[in-house]
């Protein structure tokens, strides 16, 4: 049985990675902060299938990622894990770049020292394109990052690169532009806009304060995303792969369309709050993602309007089973995951 193991499975990538592996049979670990459990709801589903292990640790602490790699002897290690708000990074940048950039070099680091030579894949980012240089981006495009996390990404891009050349791993590097998804996390614009709209919608919410509208994104699916990150490890050489849908929408367009599949005129709701802004903008991204089509066979299927649609769909959904599950006094789904201790091995 194929072993894989996964750093941030907790988060919207790393569950649906943990969805995509199992079904295609492999064993899957998975790294969680000894907070996490509790807020692991996005793996919940998961909770009773007997071939996903979860181990305590972190991506700052070096001991634990050589314990569990030694322990588990991955064939494959998806270092996903990351402080991953952009706008959070510039509060708390030291902290960034220790987890987001740092965090990266430890995991393949651990790697190395264990013995075991899994294929590795790195989650680099868009971000690290930051003031572009040209569009559509690709593999060859100069990076110029804009924020501490853009940085901190592009450190552990390059660590990345280091490791294939110098210790011959199989590393890979995904430069995935912006995927979302109903697991996407709340403070990233999309899924604030989404949940907003539910709430709008309900009576619960008046107003939405967000900050730049004219950003523009390249926004396509998560699940289609994590197939990709699958693909580069399956090829015999390692390599670096821009993913993306090759369209691009303003944060504006994003809005309206959102409020006009809901039958409401977003003037009326949205508000421009400064604290939104950051210090400096990444304001065009559009990838040109012809090397994983050529090399991987990977093409986005789930096009801007239908992503929106789809988000805004499963927010009102969420919404309206909280409000019947508040209404019969159910207890939270967190608390029955903490229940389940035969989930967790420590390491
Ligand atoms: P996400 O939802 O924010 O998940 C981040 C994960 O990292 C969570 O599981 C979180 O665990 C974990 N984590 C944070 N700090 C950690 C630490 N110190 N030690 C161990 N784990 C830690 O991110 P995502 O959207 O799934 O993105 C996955 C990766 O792809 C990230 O590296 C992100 O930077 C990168 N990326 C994302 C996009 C995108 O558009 N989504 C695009 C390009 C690149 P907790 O649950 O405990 O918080
Ligand atoms: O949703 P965002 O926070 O995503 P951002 O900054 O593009 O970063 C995401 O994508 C990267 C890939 O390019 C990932 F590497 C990264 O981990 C993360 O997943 O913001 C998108 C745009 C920005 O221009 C931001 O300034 O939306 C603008 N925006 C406007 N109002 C807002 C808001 N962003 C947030 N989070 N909250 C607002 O109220």
């Known amino acids: ?29 998975g790294l969680t902060r000894t907070e996490s459990p509790a807020r692991a709801d996005r793996i919940q589903h998961l909770r009773d299938n007997p071939r996903l292990v979860l181990h305590f640790g972190d991506l700052c602490d070096a001991m634990a990622l050589y314990r569990i790699i030694h322990k588990v002897q991955p064939h494959e290690v998806y270092n996903l894990a990351a402080q991953s708000h952009v706008g ?36 680099s980012s868009s971000e690290m394109f930051g003031k572009v240089v040209e569009a559509p981006q690709s593999e060859r495009t100069p990076f110029y990052p804009r924020s501490p996390y853009g940085v901190a990404k592009a450190f552990g891009h390059w660590m990345t690169v280091n490791y294939r050349e110098s210790h011959s791993l199989h590393a890979s590097s995904g430069i995935l532009f912006n995927h979302e998804s ?8 999309t899924r604030k806009i989404t949940k907003a709209i539910a709430r709008i919608k309900a009576g619960m919410q008046h107003s939405l304060a967000l900050g730049n509208l004219d950003a523009r994104r390249d926004w396509g699916f ?42 409401l005129d977003w003037h009326a709701f949205v508000v421009i709050d400064p604290k939104f802004i950051r210090p400096t903008e990444v304001d065009l991204l559009v990838g040109d993602a012809s090397k994983a089509r050529r090399v991987l066979g990977w093409e986005p299927r789930t096009r801007f309007v239908d992503l929106v649609r789809l988000m805004v769909d499963a927010d009102m959904d969420a919404l309206e089973e909280e409000v019947a599950r508040s209404q019969w006094g159910e207890s939270c789904r967190t608390e029955k995951f903490v229940e389940q201790p035969q989930l967790v091995s420590q390491v």
């Open 182 to 189: 109903p697991r996407r996390g709340e403070a990233f614009v």
């Open 222 to 263: 998560a699940p289609e995303y994590v197939e990709a990150m699958w693909l580069m490890l399956q090829q015999d050489q390692p390599g670096d792969y821009v993913i993306a849908t090759g369209e691009t929408h303003s944060v504006r367009e994003f809005v309206a369309t959102a409020f006009d599949h809901v039958g």
């Open 88 to 123: 959070l990074s510039f509060d708390s940048p030291d902290h960034t770049a220790n987890v987001t950039g740092m965090g990266a070099l430890r995991v393949l680091e651990a790697i190395t020292q264990s013995g075991c030579k899994p294929r590795f894949y790195q989650a």
């Open 1 to 29: 049985m194929r072993r894989a193991f996964i750093t941030g499975i907790t988060g919207q990538d790393g569950s649906y990675l943990a969805d995509f592996l199992l079904a295609k049979g492999y064993e899957v670990h």
